[in-house]
């Protein structure tokens, strides 16, 4: 039997290239040499695979209705975490209580897997093929970089998920995941979380030197400026904190006056359909009309407070309240957050129908084109998290001025009353970790965050025991932070070995 690794390659004819690649999204079967050979005959055929790729960023996979792509995923991690709180037993309800990730037949638990390997497949189909395609050199570069991006992104997602987490100082012999340069039908085994990271690095380095100087098309593709903050991303999570702050830094230095941090007034509008004008979005999927949207599915149909959907209504996402009474009032994240659920300071293009039922703290930070139109951008890289990763990091090494110095641009964005922080050490992280806790709200980074650190889950405040299945406290380092590897990929793949149980 072929494993998942290989079955999930694409294939794409000659007649799904002639149609527009902002419609048609490319499928999935197993590859062979001829479709390989058609995808990267031209780059005119390799540009409708990458737009492919970059659209099943959006797309619902295995016809299940929150497994709709990289905004789902966001939300299934966060979910996992204490800040992101549920309202009711309605979708996701399992991954709030730590039961699908520790179960290999569930879809919440094969759903990411599937989901980032076949675009590490479709990728490999580019890289390894786009270099001979007949077209313009500077268009093969681009193609290639931003296909090297996604096999670096996909692999660093995946691990984080299916091994333990990276340990800064170790060894990191641990069993990390497969690491796919090419795609074979034959089973791979996991190398290990050093020698995952080493390659997601030599993915990126490649990709800067291709996009290096290089114009993208929009911001649902990625450029030289996402593959320098992915860099700062990745070396964070391995406690290269000196490397961190330093690809922090260049991310947003040498892309000067290409990106700016929202005023408090574009902030309190909440994150909508606007990440092409909008100034701090680095990177971001945009879903331009409804035929490309997934209605139920989408992003903003589990994240926004307007859409009408069943898991809207019924459970809208809230803020953890101990995590927004840390912030100052005169803060304007304040206003993204209903404290008494009735939302009397929506923008007043917003409303909400009678039949959203109503919760403390409900986020408005997200919202909908309408209530009957679920799109929103899924942010994947903003501005703010570059200065968040620099002052963190600096802080973690003891240099309290400059991480306080990176902290002060984007934290007075968010409060015209904020001054510099005086405080050091611990004081000085724990205000960081605060400010980036409130700030990537709903964005996929808080459960990460715990694995890297090797931090308990606690939830306290408005978290209901009932709706958690009293999963109140997961302390640090137990297997419980492990994904399980996926049933389906044991049973295709001789190779691999499952992550422990117990």
Sequence with gaps: ???????????????????????????TYPTDGVSSAAVTQTTDNAWAALNGIHRALYVRYEGTQGNGGLGSHYIVVDCMAEDHVVNNEQWYNQVYKWNAHRNATYYYNRFPWRMFYQWISNANTLINGVDEAAGPDDDKA????????????SHYEIVQLYAERYRPGGGNTQPGIPYMMENTPEGQPRVS???VYTNIHADLDAAIILLDGMPRNNKSHMNVDVARGLKARVLLTQGNYSGAAQWARDARNLAEGSYSLMDSATYYNGFRVNSESEGEYIW???????EQNDKWAAY???????????AIRGNPRSINSELYNLLSPTDVRTLN???DGEHDMLPSDVSLLSSHSRHPYTNQKFISVSSSDSRVDVPHMRLSELYLIEAEAE????????AAAALLPMAQARDAQYTLSSNTGQALIDEIMVQRRVELWGEGFRWYDLKRLNEDLVRAGNHDPALADNVMFVAAGGVEWVWLIPQAELDANDAIEQNPLN
């Design 395 to 402: 802080a973690r090494l003891g240099n309290d001025g400059p």
């Design 337 to 339: 957050y209903s404290v």
């Design 300 to 310: 903003g149909a589990y994240i926004s407070r307007n859409f009408s959907s069943s």
């Design 284 to 290: 971001a999927s945009q879903i331009i009309n409804t």
């Design 193 to 195: 979380v050093e020698d």
């Design 142 to 153: 681009v193609i290639k970089g931003q296909a090297l991006i996604y096999r670096a992104f």
């Design 1 to 27: 039997m072929k494993n998942i690794l290989y079955k999930i390659a694409i294939l794409l004819t000659v007649s799904v290239l002639t149609f527009s690649c902002s419609e048609e999204f490319l499928e």
